[in-house]
């Protein structure tokens, strides 16, 4: 079974930054997209970033310029630097990916962004 472990979340003040961490094992063979995503309190869970395995990303629109994702060339593992940290910014960040066409959803990890 593919297990997802994320570290990096926390309490950080308003512009300040974080690095979070996604690192996928267990039995993978081929990993061809990563997401993260957040979900803030009484919101639906939306896509923050993705990238895929030539590197390719995107981005919404609130985070535009302020987060990057990123992974090893292996596809294990994913990262996502977050920038300028905004209250809105607020909310628990999941990493998920697909193997063998099945989802794969990390524990999630909590953001807190005072202001």
């Known amino acids: 079974q593919v297990q997802l472990v994320e570290s990096g979340g926390g309490l950080v003040q308003a512009g300040g930054s974080l690095r979070l961490s996604c690192v996928a094992s267990g039995r993978i063979f081929s990993i061809n997209v990563w997401g993260w995503f957040r979900q803030a309190p009484g919101k639906e869970r939306e896509l923050v970033a993705r990238?895929?395995?030539?590197?390719?990303?995107t981005y919404a629109e609130s985070v535009k310029g302020r987060f990057a994702i990123s992974r090893d060339k292996s596809m294990k593992a994913v990262y996502l630097q977050m920038n300028n940290l905004k209250p809105e910014d607020t909310g628990v960040y999941s990493c998920?990916?697909?193997?063998?066409?099945?989802?794969?959803w990390g524990q999630g990890t909590q953001v807190t962004v005072s202001s």
């Open positions: 998920k990916t697909v193997v063998l066409g099945r989802d794969f």
């Open positions: 990238i895929d395995a030539g590197g390719g990303t």
